[in-house]
């Protein structure tokens, strides 16, 4: 039997598709359900077009009641019985009680070398800092912003005339390598990081 994935993404799933294209033939996971939090997100037609239901949780009218947003999404979801939630640039900080229904069984890419750069504007703040070198992680998500054991990572050179634009390009290109190289070995139980190049 497959594992059964749900990816959550709230624009344009870049990754998501990444990941969807990655699963076929050999692969131990199928996609079971795409959900945003924005009806507009450009993910969900991609989706959508690949044969993948598509559901939306919209997070606003729950206002500042994070928990009901999340019971609603966490409900939605459950109509799906995923075994996997991949988030693919899921833009909404999840609550321990949230992380906790899902704990060992979420994982996240984020556009920076974690641990360096947490949180919002990675780009930006590598070529402010004069790194030399940037990437992206994927990770397990834990109650802790963009924290959680790591399961893989990419690097990629800095260029001289970088903007945080070009860089993101280049970082988005790996993250489309990196993630669905994840996400094989996660699904098949391995927790080993795959280190990228
Ligand atoms: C990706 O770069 C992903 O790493 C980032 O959002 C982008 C989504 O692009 N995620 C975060 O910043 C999460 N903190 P996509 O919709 O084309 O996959």
Known sequence: MSERVA??????????????DSMTGDHPARPALVLSNRANAGGLEKA????????????????????????????RIMEYQPDIICLAGFMRVLTEGFVARWQGRMINIHPSLLPKYRGLDTHARALDAGDAEAGCTVHEVTAALDDGPILGQARVPVAQDDTPGTLAARVLAMEHVLY??????????????????
Do not use: K, Q, Y
């Open 48 to 75: 959508a077009a690949r044969g993948v239901p598509t559901e939306v949780v919209d997070h606003r009218p729950h206002g500042a009641d994070r928990a009901g947003f999340e019971d609603a999404l966490h409900a």
């Open 7 to 20: 990816i959550l993404l709230s624009g344009g799933g870049s990754n998501m598709v990444a990941l969807l």
């Open 180 to 197: 669905p190289a994840v996400l094989r070995r996660f699904a098949a139980g391995d927790r080993t990081p795959v280190w990228l190049p």
